[in-house]
């Protein structure tokens, strides 16, 4: 890939990102301008991925890796596998927190017995992080 290709792409990533942003803080308060925001966010992403991917493989097939690239090339993978399985599941399980801790609380405030029963819940949901950082362990000891 040429510079010019990379530095095209790049601004094209970033104005996919930064249009929607423009249009959702410059538009009326109504509640229609989330939806247009990210629709105009997923056609534009959409957009650069998909030109990102036909000028990625055009081209002549290159040679076979060897064996050291292709070993550095999986360790790579098994880097990105461990990052998304904590990134991930650190999410969700934030997701489910928020939700839970929030009932929870309100829950509590009409009646305090229910105090147990409810943490039980919150650690549940943050169980869910530490499932995704035990799983990156694992595949970084494979590494």
Do not use: H
Not at 37 to 66: D, E, H
């Amino acid at each position: 890939m040429t510079l010019l290709t990379k530095i095209t792409l790049s601004i094209a990533l970033l104005l996919s990102i930064g249009v929607p942003f423009g249009v959702f803080a410059a538009g009326e308060k109504t509640r229609g301008r989330y939806k247009r925001a990210l629709g105009i966010n997923i056609l534009l992403f959409a957009g650069t991925l998909f030109t990102a991917s036909a000028v990625m493989f055009t081209g002549n097939a290159a040679a076979a890796q060897t064996a050291e690239t292709a070993a550095a090339s999986a360790a790579g993978w098994g880097y990105l596998a461990a990052a998304l399985s904590t990134g991930m599941s650190c999410i969700g399980g934030g997701i489910a927190v928020s939700a839970a801790a929030s009932a929870a609380l309100g829950a509590i405030s009409e009646d305090g017995s229910i105090l147990g029963k409810s943490l039980i819940f919150v650690g549940l949901a943050e169980g869910v992080c530490l499932y995704g950082l035990i799983i990156s362990f694992m595949i970084l000891g494979k590494l």
